[in-house]
Structure formats: C-alpha cells, structure tokens
C-alpha cells in the first residue's frame, strides 16, 4: 500500500468475508447517505443475479455524515481511507479487496452494476481492464454537464488516445474491472480523480490488454453537487498525460523549435548583423535552437529518469544508450562545441570585428558554446541517473 493512503476496516460482524472471492465491488464513498444504502442492494443484486461469487467493499473517504453506517447495514464491507481523494479511496478498496477481479463504480447511483457479467465476460476473455464507454451505452438527460459532454472528456480522451496509442473512447468513465493482480503490479500513485487516467496510462505501458463496452450513465441520486470540479479536475488529467510522456512534452517540441531556428539561422547566415525585422529573426534562431536542444536534453533525462523509477516501460535500445553514452563522451562532446564556439568568439574580436560580435556569426559561436555547456551539464546528470542501471547490470 502506498505511504499515506492506510485503511482501517470495519467488519460487519466482526467476520471476513470468505477468501477466493470470484469479483469485488468497490464503491468509493464521501458523504452519500443519500445514495450509499440504494446502491450497495443493486450491487447486492447484480451479484446474486451473476451466480458469482463476490463482495461489495465500501471506502468511507472522509465522510461526515452517516454513509459508513448505512453502507455496513446494507451488506458492505465498510474500509476507512485516512487520506482523502477519488485515487486514494480506490486504492484502498483494491488492496483489501479479496476478489480476484474488482469492478469500480461511483456510490452516487449513476452506473448500473447490472453489467457485471459483461465486464468479467471481457476479463475471463483475456482483457486484464476494461473501461465502461458511456458515449457508446448512452448518456441520460442531465446526467454529464455539456462541457464535460462536449469537452472536457472528447478531448482529453482523443488525446490519450493519440499521445499513448491506446484505443479507449472514454478515459474517464467511472465505471471498470480489471484483474486486481495485474493493477496492483502498477503501484499507482494519483490521490485525486486523475487516478483514472493513470489507471489506463500504466497499463497501455505495461503491455496489459485494454478492452472496453459501452455502459449507460444515469442522472445521480444525489441532492448535493459532484465532488468533481471539472477545470481543475480536467488540469490534472492533462498534466498527468504530459507527464508520463516525455515525447509531447519535450522531445515534440524540441524538434519543433530547433528546426525552426536553423531555418531561420540559414536564411540570414552570413549576412551580418541584419537591421530591424531581420535582426529579430536571427534572434529567434538562436533562442529556437537553444532551446530546442534543452527541451531533448529534458526529454531524455526525464524518460531514464521515469524508466528507473518504475513509471515508465524500458524502451527498446535502453540498455544499448548506456553503453554508448558515457560521462566521458559525453564531455568530450560538450568540450569540443565549447571550445568552438569560444575559438569563433575570440577569432572575431582578435580580428577587431566586435561591432560585429552579435551577428550570425557571432551568434552561431555563442550557441556553439551554449549547447557545450548544456552538454557537459547534462552528461553528468545523464550518468548519475544511470547508476542504477549499471547497478542492476
């Protein structure tokens, strides 16, 4: 279990349920008294009607009103979550979950787990997670806000689809299963309502198969307003794709901007210090390609960075850039671009041509030694970050 996420149980009856369940149903719970009681006997229910064996685990997450009592009156098991958030109180319930699959749902009444049997048809086909698709099942009237509908979750589930090449139309879909061993093996780590885009994310890396069918969203049963807070909640979605994908966030736009200032930096070289709108572009060029290095130099720091901790897949040639990328030729490197451009520096003033200094070639010489720099820097924090892998070699 992660640090900080600790649950205490609290048994109805004092007795654990039977071990080798077939499937366990979380709820995460906060404050729905209104709504705890009703969908704890659908659940209830739709068990019974499956012929399988199973438990409905309730995480009470922080709530101050009566949901834990009722949940445990009406057949739950009821765990208490000490940290609050949609990630956490579901990480909770999978670990003390006893079932060999886990269906998760909201406690608010807006999925139907009437559609068990398709979810563990899907698992027992071979799937290790499936994702409810409400886009495909159906959405009620009123049920999802038109920015949600209409934006919010197209969007973000378009660009989880294209940033990690996983085929899942709704990323955000409260309603899923998976086989509990194969989650567990991710070591999730998201408190918050971005746990479910992990959830995929990690998976989609982890090789696991992803499968999904389509579920109807149903109006809440609640009076209160949703726990979710759609911009912030949509932020965190979206920093959470661009963190666990180094390629957008860095290497993408490094190119990008790199290209764009070589580009420009062969337009205007040689041509001196070009006057006004021109003088702005070689400015540009140098700035692109400047930067353009670092965001790469970010990029790959932050892919070995991620593979050595676990958050990322070792990608193919990982072990073979160790090998050929060492402290020391990567000082070479940056020694040699240094002292370049230094030496085109010191040609330009030793020839007295410094009112010169800032033109194209001038600047050429001042990102040669720039990117040396940022070269022998990087080497270093390049190596230090392998030691691990040299470790485990």
Not at 119 to 145: K, S, T, W, Y
Not at 175 to 199: C, D, K, N, V, W
Not at 346 to 365: D, F, H, K, P
């Amino acid at each position: 279990m992660k640090g900080g996420h600790a649950a205490k149980e609290k048994l109805q009856g004092g007795v654990r349920p039977p071990a080798r369940l077939t499937v366990s149903v979380v709820l995460p719970c906060r404050n729905e008294e209104l709504t705890i009681a009703a969908c704890v006997r659908e659940v209830r229910q739709a068990l019974a009607g499956s012929g399988v064996s199973g438990e409905v685990v309730v995480v009470d997450n922080d709530s101050d009103d009566n949901s834990a009592s009722l949940a445990r009156k009406s057949g739950a098991r009821v765990v208490t979550c000490n940290e609050r958030g949609y990630g956490a109180a579901l990480e909770c319930g999978v670990d003390v979950a006893l079932g060999r699959y886990v269906l998760m749902l909201d406690a608010d009444g807006s999925y139907d787990p009437s559609s068990l049997p398709q979810f563990l048809g899907c698992l027992r086909q071979g799937h290790d997670l499936v994702i409810g698709n409400r886009f495909r099942g159906g959405i009620e009237a009123g049920a999802m806000p038109w920015k949600n509908r209409y934006l919010g979750n197209p969007i973000l589930s378009w660009l989880g689809r294209v940033m990690f090449g996983v085929a899942v139309g709704d990323f955000h879909c409260g309603i899923r299963a998976f086989r509990r061993s194969s989650i567990r093996e991710l070591r999730l780590q998201s408190t918050g309502m971005e746990y479910a885009s992990e959830m995929i994310v990690r998976a989609r890396l982890a090789g696991l198969r992803i499968g999904e069918i389509p579920v109807i969203l149903r109006c809440d049963r609640r009076e209160r307003g949703s726990h979710l807070r759609p911009w912030r909640d949509g932020w965190r979605h979206l920093r959470f794709f661009l963190l666990f994908s180094p390629h957008w966030l860095f290497v993408a736009p490094g190119l990008f901007l790199a290209c764009f200032g070589l580009v420009l930096g062969v337009i205007f070289a040689g041509a001196g210090w070009p006057s006004g709108r021109g003088g702005m572009l070689l400015i540009l060029s140098f700035l692109g390609v400047s930067s353009g290095y670092q965001f790469f130099l970010f990029g790959m720091m932050t892919r070995v960075f991620g593979v050595e901790n676990g958050f990322l897949p070792e990608p193919s040639g990982y072990r073979a850039l160790f090998r050929c990328f060492t402290l020391e030729r990567g000082l070479l490197a940056g020694a040699l671009a240094g002292l370049a451009g230094l030496a085109m520096l010191g040609v330009m003033v030793a020839q007295e041509r410094t009112e010169n200094i800032i033109g194209s070639w001038g600047l050429a010489g001042g990102l040669l030694a720039s990117i040396g720099l940022q070269t022998i820097l990087t080497s270093f924090f390049f190596s230090f970050l392998g030691l691990s892998f040299r470790k485990r070699r």
